[in-house]
Nanobody, 123 residues
Framework: VQLQASGGGLVQAGDSLRLSCAVS????????LAWFRQPPGQEREFVAA????????DYSDSVKGRFTISRDNGKKRVVLQMNNLRPEDTAIYYC?????????????????WGQGTQVTVSS
């Protein structure tokens, strides 16, 4: 199983970034997908998740209204559109996949993880 994240970079506060994660090696439309992040010196935290059907999404309070998660089952990828970025969004962002949606959104756990992409937001 491989999850390849891309799209990170250095931006200024208020800018936008679009993260993408290409997934291979699993039955894509059976897996729930999510993004987590790990800010410098902090623990990893949940950001957003989308169910296998694409019809249900969840967000952390800190990104709700600014970030949008979506999936393309045909292209086997998950996208995180990040708008109005803030310095506190600076982190390594990881895409992840799991069969159990509640495991992701309630326990902050998952099955398969990508390598991460760095997002840095300057003030």
């Amino acid at each position: 199983v491989q999850l390849q994240a891309s799209g990170g970079g250095l931006v200024q506060a208020g800018d936008s970034l679009r993260l993408s994660c290409a997934v291979s090696g699993l039955t894509f439309n059976k897996y729930n997908l999510a993004w987590f992040r790990q800010p410098p010196g902090q623990e990893r935290e949940f950001v957003a998740a989308v169910r296998w059907s694409g019809t249900i999404t969840d967000y952390s309070d800190s990104v709700k209204g600014r970030f949008t998660i979506s999936r393309d089952n045909g292209k086997k990828r998950v996208v995180l559109q990040m708008n109005n970025l803030r310095p506190e969004d600076t982190a390594i962002y990881y895409c992840t996949a799991a069969e159990n949606y509640l495991r992701i959104v309630r326990a902050g756990e998952s099955e398969f993880w990508g390598q991460g992409t760095q997002v840095t937001v300057s003030s």
